[in-house]
Nanobody, 121 residues
Framework: QVQLVESGGGLVQAGGSLRLSCAAS????????MGWFRQAPGKEREFVAA????????NYVDSVKGRFTISRDNAKNTVYLQMNSLKPEDTAVYYC??????????????WGQGTQVTVSS
């Protein structure tokens, strides 16, 4: 059983940056691929980024390519999402997830509670 706790969300102006962290406990972090998803009010949960177990391969939704970077530190059992050049449309609750690599939520077994990111214009 893996527990995930996100942190780093907040309110930022458009063009600003935030770094989300997701700390894992209770399992073998390095055996899981990790993903970040987001959900805006009234919308379905959306894939944002994913990283495989070794950290050597990543994938992003087109809308964040070149602005967001996913990374992981297996020694610290933590995955990060560096978000630069933020836009108001990035406003959402951001969730980290652990499981099999992929872009669909059902690929992931464990989920954090989410952290709110609000980008003001």
């Amino acid at each position: 059983q893996v527990q995930l706790v996100e942190s780093g969300g907040g309110l930022v102006q458009a063009g600003g940056s935030l770094r989300l962290s997701c700390a894992a406990s209770g399992g073998t972090f390095s055996s899981n691929s990790m993903g970040w998803f987001r959900q805006a009010p009234g919308k379905e949960r959306e894939f944002v980024a994913a990283i495989i177990r070794s950290g050597s391969w990543t994938n992003y939704v087109d809308s964040v390519k070149g602005r967001f970077t996913i990374s992981r530190d297996n020694a610290k059992n933590t995955v990060y999402l560096q978000m630069n050049s933020l836009k108001p449309e990035d406003t959402a609750v951001y969730y980290c997830a652990a499981g099999a690599y992929g872009t669909r939520p059902e690929r992931y077994t464990y989920w954090g509670q989410g952290t709110q990111v609000t980008v003001s214009s």
